[in-house]
């Protein structure tokens, strides 16, 4: 099957939605945990999370249009300048799922979702008690994508909570181990398992792809 620009502009809306959702293929899969000043506090779940950087340990996400609708994790990540994200375990991807529906301002999704809040660290934001990994960070910046109006938020890693059972001796997570999730679109969660892992890749140690006799 082939799509062109224009077979992509002219989609119906939901199933262009859908495809481009998940055309790119597995993100991660976490929950957004914030707190306004007067102590209501919220829980998004959010697929766009990216490294930026490890020293300054640096993450990214994409906020979707703010046009007319209020969202409650940014202006709250703005107003206190905290906030955490906590990874989705295969055991509540569900609640996980339901925090993104629209609950006025005045209701808490970790309430409506079952999930429970924990706070560590003197950190203002809450953490999910549930998750196996939970992080802490400090808002930096935000950059505006002028091409769609969305909006890249900065943050710095200030904290880490993690069983070290799913470290290696070099520090590499095992997401499997943890049973994190994996997003596909807006709609679908996946187990993780890993199926290899090689060293830093160095041009003169690469194995032989090419069939070519020496
Ligand atoms: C699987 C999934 C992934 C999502 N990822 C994002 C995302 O990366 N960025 C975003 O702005 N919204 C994302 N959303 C939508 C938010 O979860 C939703 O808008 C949420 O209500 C925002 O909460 P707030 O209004 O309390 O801030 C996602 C929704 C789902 C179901």
Avoid: W
Wanted: glycine content about 6%.
């Amino acid at each position: 099957m082939h799509f062109d620009f224009t077979d992509i502009r002219e989609m119906p809306k939901i199933q262009r939605l859908n495809l481009i959702n998940s055309i790119t293929g597995i993100k991660p899969g976490n929950l957004i945990g914030t707190k306004s000043n007067d102590g209501q506090s919220n829980l998004a779940v959010i697929s766009s999370i990216v490294h930026l950087g490890s020293n300054p340990a640096l993450l990214g996400f994409i906020l979707r249009p703010q046009i007319d609708v209020r969202r409650h994790t940014y202006e709250n990540i703005l107003s206190t300048g905290v906030y955490t994200i906590n990874h989705i375990h295969e055991d509540f991807i569900a609640q996980a799922h339901y925090t993104s529906a629209k609950f006025p301002a005045d209701v808490s999704e970790f309430k409506a979702c079952g999930l429970t809040e924990e706070y560590h660290n003197a950190c203002y934001a809450p953490f999910v008690k549930e998750s196996p990994v939970q992080i802490g960070m400090k808002y930096l910046e935000s950059m505006k994508i002028e091409a769609n109006n969305t909006v890249m938020v900065v943050g710095q890693i200030e904290h880490i909570h993690i069983d070290e059972h799913a470290l290696s001796k070099e520090n590499y997570v095992n997401l499997e181990t943890l049973k994190s999730v994996g997003i596909g679109g807006l709609n679908s969660y996946y187990r993780l398992s890993k199926i290899g892992e090689f060293p830093y890749a160095r041009p003169h140690e690469t194995p032989d792809f090419t069939n070519e006799k020496k």
